[in-house]
């Protein structure tokens, strides 16, 4: 479905009307009612028509305004049977906006200012739109462990734009990022996010109808505590451990069996909660492999490794329901053992999480929806491992996640971007993903079919020529481009780091795959020039892009080294190129995140310049 002007997330119902309305310099915008729950959307419409427009309309709660006066009207009805709903009409004779409560009007209010955008305000078309969500829940989980933690600046300015896309729950993934006023040892060079920051963070994102959910993993994931002497003594194994994708190297998981780690993890949530004013908190416990391969082996080979799992992930459950908080977990290790789903405690929300295009949403979902488990459905950005995102699998990803999602029951729409690896993708990679996904988790049936270049480049971007939102799309399917696509990353991400003999023992790696992505990554990158982004970070994101590329083609061509058998250090051109990626990628770094994490992130593009140099010795 396109619309003229474009709306990001496309309504349910859009019903042109005949006439235009003229926005006159100076007018009131009603408040009829409910004064307070409706003085949000007010002041948002206020401001930025101020801001973009230079027009200034004043806010009145006062029934006597005569009817010519008022610019726009805001009240709070009662026949609604959707929350979140809104009816907005613009017709000659004004604007209005009635919904079923303060999120529908705040809604209202910011499909309203897109529908002006790209108007001339003497002539705004007329219009009806008549509008709720599918999915009561919209989120966005940042990873903001896996060394990259954003600024507030950036955090702020990520807020506004999710909700002005309506979307409604924030979730920063925290392992060892938040400081701990008992734990300095685990955060102190990581730039972590502060109490005020938090308490400040809660606040901003409240005024914008988003929530922000607490979310703390307290099982798997945990290497950056146990790594310290004080913490060793909970971990579940110091040695390897397999996974589904080899072997790995602990510490990773707490071990179950020990009450320290209980007590350990309710000592993390005495000192986080409080700062947020979400009842609900995410737990984590994901990808617990090593559990059963440590201290709990005679554990689960007596109960079994799911039995072992889940009493452990019942008592946090019931800590934070004893609290009361709402708990949610990642579902990925429950749904193995699908007899114990059941025995979940009432009022958890299970998060269905995967992010292949092919993952079977609709297979794990029907396990919590027929065990009467409240859940979400988690796709992802597939912007990690990466290098420029995956746009093919991500649109894809999220579809599937939307519409297996509507059919099953979920109660919400998570939106992951994860940084495995040293969080190497610039953030507005991920904006592909954030705008798509906020049109398919809002009404599936209207945006399934989101013209998603164009809409990516106007509402992220703030390009109205397209380019970038083409740009974005073409340089995020690169990885498709060598002839191989490994599952949850690209090969470009990987060649960076592999050594000659994986190469040479991979058949799937090719040189024509190679020079066919050079050839993309050319193509993609040529359309920067007619870019036309109005926004104040423009020459950032320009750069964003520009290094990015640089770090595929040393990918590509590094790549063609090892497949010919030659040494990529000793190539002084490969190394110049790496080198001037690096100090540019630092550079960027610090214009949106802390500096935190920066030098595990860089680490190992250093050690590659360093064996470059012994090279050349």
Partial sequence: MTLTPPLL???????????????????????????????????????????????????????????????????????????????????????????????????????????????????????????????????????????????????????????????????????????????????????????????DLDIFCRERFIELVPNQNSFGHMERWLKHPRYAPLAEIQGEFQTPWGAEKGPFSLAPGDPGSINFVQSLFDELLPHFTSRMVNVGCDETFDVGQGRSRELCDQFGAGRVYLDYLKSILNDIQQRGRQPQFWGDIIVNHPDLVKELPRGVIALEWGYEASHPFKEHAAQFNQAGVPFYVCPGTSSWNSLAGRSDNALGNLR??????????????????????????????????????????????????????????????????????????????????????????????HLIQAEAEQVNQAPFVTAAGLQNALHKIDAAMALLPAERMARPDAPLIRREFENTARLMRYGCERGLELLANREPGCDPALNAELATFLQEYRALWLERSRPGGLNDSSRRFEQLLHRAEDAKD
């Fill in 9 to 199: 997330p496309i309504p349910r119902a859009v019903e042109r009307l005949s006439g235009h309305f003229c926005l006159p310099p100076h007018a009131f915008i009603s408040l009829n009612g409910d004064v307070q729950a409706l003085l949000p959307a007010g002041r948002r419409f206020q401001a930025i028509l101020k801001e973009k427009y230079g027009i200034g309309w004043d806010l009145s709660a006062s029934p006597c305004i005569p009817q010519p006066a008022i610019g726009l009207s805001l009240r709070i009805g009662n026949r609604y049977g959707h929350a979140q709903e809104y009816l907005l009409e613009v017709s000659p004779q004004g604007m209005s906006i009635v919904s079923a409560d303060e999120a529908g009007a705040f809604y209202g209010v910011c499909t309203l200012l897109q529908w002006l955008q790209g108007q001339p305000l003497d002539r705004v078309e007329s219009v009806r739109i008549e509008d709720w969500p599918d999915f009561p829940a919209r989120g966005v989980m940042l990873d903001i462990s896996r060394d990259r933690v954003p600024t507030m600046a950036t955090l702020y300015e990520l807020v506004d734009r999710l909700a002005s896309w309506k979307i409604n729950q924030l979730q920063l993934y925290m392992e060892h990022t938040f400081a701990y006023q008992a734990h300095p040892v685990v955060w102190k060079d990581a730039s972590p996010m502060t109490p005020q920051e938090l308490l």
């Fill in 400 to 493: 599937n996640a939307a519409e297996n999602g509507t059919s099953q029951g979920a109660i919400g729409y998570l939106i992951t971007d994860w940084g495995d690896n040293g969080h190497w993708q610039v953030p507005p990679v991920s904006w592909l993903g954030f705008a798509a996904g906020a049109g398919f988790s809002w009404c599936k049936d209207s945006n399934f079919e989101l013209p998603v270049t164009d809409t990516v480049s106007l509402f992220a971007f703030e390009d109205p020529s397209g380019t970038m939102g083409n740009l974005a799309f073409e340089l995020g399917n690169v990885y498709r481009a060598t002839g191989y696509e490994p599952p949850n990353s690209s090969l470009l991400f």
